[in-house]
T-cell receptor
């Protein structure tokens, strides 16, 4: 069964810390992986998309890595700010399906001033 | 349009009532997806359209759920005889490409359905 797991479920850090959010997935035959941010009561904002042939993608203070063989992706946030507080969702698109995304449960991040 | 638009943003329905949720994807996007997100959970796939064709409806939880996209643009998710367990946020997403060769998915703000 194709599943995505995110650990931890919640994380609280002081402002300025660098942090890593983890995502693991079964079945390494993925097409791509996408990280999203979700603010309370809002929809999903796409942060980074990593194709299966890529090892990492960067956007500003965010860096996402992909290790297909071990079934893992990490989202690195540098110099965290209170505005980064949100839920971060990892989602995988597998080769065997129609393009739909399978999501993890998310990691809720709180950055304290 | 500039982004994926969903309406209404909030819907309160009495148990047994039928509801219709609308999604207006980004103009020109071929693929359209519906997801259901329960409180504190990640979104779960419901159904997928490529243009007007519904290619995958494996995630629809029961035959009370029905989705359509008759002209390959706007889509409607209909829930008949709503039950309390249908309470959730319903998210719509669109992407430019077709099937597995898609580009990234862009999501709407969602419709929060509460069944009382």
């Amino acid at each position: 069964k194709q599943e995505v797991t995110q650990i931890p479920a919640a994380l609280s850090v002081p402002e300025g810390e660098n942090l890593v959010l983890n995502c693991s997935f079964t079945d390494s035959a993925i097409y791509n992986l996408q990280w999203f941010r979700q603010d309370p009561g809002k929809g999903l904002t796409s942060l980074l998309l990593i194709q299966s042939s890529q090892r990492e993608q960067t956007s500003g203070r965010l860096n996402a890595s992909l290790d297909k063989s071990s079934g893992r992706s990490t989202l690195y946030i540098a110099a965290s700010q209170p505005g980064d507080s949100a839920t971060y969702l990892c989602a995988v698109r597998w080769l065997s399906n129609t393009g739909k995304l399978i999501f993890g449960q998310g990691t809720t991040l709180q950055v304290k001033p | 349009g500039a982004g994926v638009s969903q309406s209404p943003r909030y819907k309160v329905a009495k148990r047994g009532q039928d509801v219709a949720l609308r999604c207006d994807p980004i103009s020109g996007h071929v693929s359209l997806f519906w997801y259901q997100q329960a409180l504190g959970q990640g979104p779960e796939f419901l159904t997928y359209f490529q243009n007007e064709a519904q290619l995958d409806k494996s995630g629809l939880p029961s035959d009370r759920f029905f989705a359509e996209r008759p002209e390959g643009s706007v889509s409607t998710l209909k829930i008949q005889r709503t039950q309390q367990e249908d309470s959730a946020v319903y998210l719509c997403a669109s992407s430019l490409g077709q099937g597995v060769g898609d580009t990234e998915a862009f999501f709407g703000q969602g419709t929060r359905l509460t069944v009382v």
